[in-house]
């Protein structure tokens, strides 16, 4: 099954922590190991407009994922011929909320030149720069800080062990030897498709350039040691200043994703 930048990147991560298993007209992602993942616990399903039935996808997920009765939620993920806002129509008449993404790309040669002669980048390679990470990704989310910090600890253990089989490279942009701003980046070697993850600034450091120094220095980094070529960027539409950010560095609209969900 043929899928879009979003969901194939995506797979970069969960293929590796979880499990996949393409069918006909829809793919399973689980992660057993991680049952609250939303995204790491999905059905992703393709098709004409006369395939679009929410109500039998909801039964679909629910006999799917019985298996893991700790999975509470419910994630679907649509790429198909229907414009977002039938989908959205058709989710709240099923009792589900939707959220349209934005898929962007460029390429290596496409890529505007940013660097800032403030700040020191480098990648993680520290128990010291792997808990920054995490901190820095508990704090993003609003929620309990204790165990959301648990929780992206675990996450960036693998991701430490990816970076060491060179699946994925995460940087870090320091000012006065305080993390400013960082990001992973996941590669789909194969391919040469580089995915970029948690773009981060610190507010009081925010408007300065150093976001998009780092999202250059990472993707020149990634095309020198892995051969990396195109990139990916997912986003939202109501964050109009990273969307200016990202297409003045050169990126471009390749696609929207869309997600029909039950969260917590």
Known sequence: MKLNLANKTDLIFYGYHGQVEENDNFIIVKTVRNPKSYLGNQLIFQGTNSDLDINAWKNLYIEKFKDIPQVKHLTLNYEGERDYEEIAELAAKAGCKSAERVILKTAINEFEKRESGEIEILIASTDEDWNELALRASASTGDNLTASHQYFVDH??????????????????????????????????????????????????????????LLYAAAQSAHQRFEISEFVLVTDEDHPEALRLYKNLGFRDAGKQILIYLWN
């Open 156 to 213: 960036f253990k693998i991701q430490e062990q990816m970076q060491k089989e060179g699946l994925s490279s995460w940087f870090l942009g320091k000012k006065d030897n305080r993390v400013v701003t960082s990001l992973g980046l996941m590669f789909l070697r194969a391919e040469g498709i580089g995915r970029y993850q948690a773009v981060s600034t610190n507010k009081d450091e925010r408007g300065k350039g150093y976001a998009s120094a």
